[in-house]
């Protein structure tokens, strides 16, 4: 398994993994996609067999402490020097899952906003993956005010 960084021709292949991840509601459109890649391509992290994309991490920098869901649209938010990474998605493709490709993914995400000297990561998650992302060191802090694709959220939080 090779993980890199994203570039914007790897947005057909980003775009196809987060719509088989998320549903309609929940999931980036291949534009919004786009937009980040345009702004942050240094903020996704992709793991490939081949020239296979398995899943990915993507997210961005901001001196926010909590996720807000005006993020996930409005690339402008981004801050280059943000001291702070907010996660929008860990994806692995439902053929890959079980494998340890989120983990391994989530594990180069972490070291690499270490080196950066960020001071914390944060994400949202469905009740079911709260336990996925404790075993990554992430705190649940309950219940998020996000209302994200109509679904309930917790945020959880990883200083390094």
């Not at 980036?28 to 240094?42: G, H, N, P, T, Y």
Request: glycine share 8%; with cysteine.
């Amino acid at each position: 398994m090779e993980i890199r960084k994203a570039t914007i021709k790897d947005l057909e292949n980003i775009a196809a993994v987060e719509a088989a991840c998320f549903n309609n509601a929940e999931a980036a459109s291949a534009q919004s996609i786009k937009a980040r890649l345009e702004v942050f391509s240094d903020c996704f992290w992709l793991a490939f067999e081949g020239n296979r994309l398995m899943g990915f991490v993507d997210g961005m920098k901001t001196d926010e402490s909590d996720l807000l869901d005006e993020m996930y649209e409005n690339t402008s938010l981004h801050s280059p020097q943000g001291t702070r990474l907010m996660i929008f998605g860990v994806c692995t493709l439902p053929s890959f899952q079980g494998k340890g490709i989120a983990t391994s993914v989530l594990t180069s995400c972490i070291s690499d906003c270490k080196k950066q000297g960020l001071s914390e990561i944060v994400l949202t998650c469905k009740d079911a993956l709260v336990g996925f992302y404790r075993r990554s060191g992430f705190v649940d802090e309950g219940v998020s005010d996000s209302c994200h694709g109509g679904v309930i959220w917790h945020q959880m939080r990883l200083v390094l």
